[in-house]
Structure formats: C-alpha cells, structure tokens
C-alpha cells in the first residue's frame, strides 16, 4: 500500500473523446509524475510536475495536459483521444523531483479508446 | 528508442533457488538504477536501487550488481519464495536537472516462482 490513489479504476472512451484522470499523492509529496504503461511494455514517462508547475515532459504530444492541486491531488487531461491511447495510466508521487527521490507508484487507471 | 533492455520477458525458478534477472541500458548519462516489482491490478513497488558510484547493493534477500564499463545490472533474488512472482521492471534515471523525475523503464520480466 503505496498510499497514492487513482480514479477511476477503468474507463472505456470513444475516438476523438476526451478525458480526465485523477491521482492523490501520499501526504507531503510534492512532486506527481505521469506514466503510460502499453500492454506488454514498461512505463513510458509523460511528464512530472511540482509545486503546480509542469516541470519535465517525455515524448508526448500537447494533447497530453496535467494539473496538480495544493491538496496533493493531480489529473491527467487527455484531448482528441486516439485508439493507440489505449494503455494503464500511472501516476507516481515524490517527495521532491530528483532522480534519487523515490516514487510511489498508484494503482492505475485502465483506459479502453474504441 | 528503449534506452533500457530486459530480454527476458519471462522467467520460471524454483523455490529456494536463486531468481537472476538482467538489465542492459544504452544511455552512458545514466547514473541512478532502480528495480520495481509488479503484481497485477497493483501499480509499480520500489524494491532496490543502485547508484553508478557502487558495484552491488544488498537488501535482505535482493542484491543489485551494476557493470558500468557493460551498461548491464542484474537482480539476485536468493532464495526465490512464492510471494516474489510477479514482473519485475528494471528503471534508470539521471541527475541531469532536465531528466529529473524521468525514469526509463525497461518491458519487464515476469518471473513465476513454483513450489
């Protein structure tokens, strides 16, 4: 128990839909990175924010968005979605954004695009 | 461009036995290692980490090795119990500011420890 909960559990969207997922950090973690886990694949870094502010960003395009919340809470905002977003949306929390800070990882949101 | 490898997408061992799993990066501005463990409907776990200043860390019944001059680690799970199946992702990051917080996964080994 990791302490760091996602909504919702599952989620089925339709081509060109958009959609918004939630993240609540461990109390006192600044820092909430994003992640894209295809099937049969590791994690893929989408971005990492901290103290409210974007603060790196992987090999996503703008229709990729997030934001975080004071009370430790973050969405992943997807436009336009696309049949290859199909993928277990990750979000870690940490307590500060260096690479040696440890990440917590939540349970996932599984998101269906038909 | 997978900057991190594992070619084993699967493992099957023994219980008691020693579970060995591999890594190879390509990234030489690679100095921070990581392993995670995965059981399913559950996110990632954090289970070891190596820095590129040391060969080997130990934790309990886990050890790291990192062979920088061959970009290769590889986790020592000794002995394999039945609670240790599950995937096993091998992760890197840098110190870089730009790469802070990025970790680089590799695809993952499913490891399944039988009786």
């Known amino acids: 128990e990791t302490g760091v909960t996602q909504s919702p559990t599952h989620l089925i969207k339709t081509r060109g839909q958009q959609v918004t997922l939630r993240c609540s950090s461990q109390s006192g973690h600044n820092t909430v990175s994003w992640y894209q886990q295809a099937l049969g694949q590791g994690p893929q870094f989408i971005f990492q924010y901290y103290r409210e502010e974007e603060n790196g960003r992987g090999n996503f395009p703008p229709r990729f968005s997030g934001l975080q919340f004071p009370n430790y809470s973050s969405e992943l905002n997807v436009n336009a979605l696309e049949l290859d977003d199909s993928a277990l949306y990750l979000c870690a929390s940490s307590k500060g954004q260096g690479a040696r800070e440890t990440q917590y990882f939540g349970p996932g949101t599984r998101l269906l695009v038909l | 461009d997978q900057q991190v490898k594992q070619n084993s997408p699967s493992l099957s061992v023994q219980e008691g036995r020693i579970s060995i799993l591999n890594c190879d990066y390509t990234n030489s501005m690679f100095d921070y290692f990581l392993w995670y463990k995965k059981y399913p409907a559950e996110g990632p776990t954090f289970l070891i980490s190596?820095?590129?200043?040391?060969d080997k860390n130990e934790d309990g019944r886990f050890t790291v090795f990192l062979n920088k001059s061959a970009k290769h680690l590889s986790l020592h799970i000794v002995p394999s119990q039945p609670g240790d199946s599950a995937v096993y992702f091998c992760?890197?990051?840098?110190?870089?500011?730009?790469?802070?917080?990025?970790?680089?996964f590799g695809a993952g080994t499913q490891v399944v420890v039988t009786p």
């Open positions: 190596i820095s590129s200043i040391k």
């Open positions: 992760a890197a990051s840098s110190d870089l500011t730009s790469s802070w917080g990025k970790l680089q």
